[in-house]
């Protein structure tokens, strides 16, 4: 693998996935009534308090991830977030035929999401971050 490759495909991957969660938590904050109306007809008990703690994960995991501080933790927290949101709102097998090909298409999507999360939770942020969390110590 090249250096470039090694030095700048890391951060270049965390730029990629983290404005996803920081838009996602922004709209959320700009529409919040309508989203908990959203949550709650989906059944979801205490709307408004998941909804915030959603944006909290989204905005903070979102920035973690960003910037590299505490990456695997902001990718676990976005990954938990991500499953719960997956489940609860792209349930193909629960939907008609007319929405079955498109909640299909978010869930495959949102599973790609989770394989970048998850790479990030097992390989670190790389070298590029603010602490260089889970670089490998070579005895410097």
């Known amino acids: 693998m090249n250096i470039v490759t090694t030095a700048y495909g ?3 991957g965390r730029a990629l996935i983290a404005p996803l969660f920081l838009l996602s938590g922004f709209h959320k904050i700009t529409g919040f009534a309508g989203v908990a109306a959203v949550m709650a007809a989906k059944g979801m008990p205490f709307a ?9 994960i989204e905005l903070g995991g979102g920035l973690m ?8 933790l ?6 938990v977030f991500t499953v719960a949101a997956t489940i609860v709102f792209h ?11 498109n909640q299909l298409n978010h869930f495959m999507k949102n599973l790609a ?3 970048g999360l998850v790479y990030i ?9 603010h602490g260089n969390e889970g670089e490998p110590d070579h005895g410097h």
């Open 10 to 12: 890391p951060v270049l």
């Open 48 to 56: 408004e308090l998941f909804l915030v703690g959603a944006i909290a």
């Open 65 to 72: 991830v960003l910037l590299g501080w505490h990456a695997r």
């Open 74 to 79: 902001g990718a676990m927290l976005l990954t």
């Open 91 to 101: 349930n193909f097998w629960g939907v008609d035929a007319a929405q079955y090909r």
């Open 113 to 115: 999401i989770l394989g």
């Open 121 to 129: 939770m097992a390989t670190g942020p790389g070298r590029l971050s």
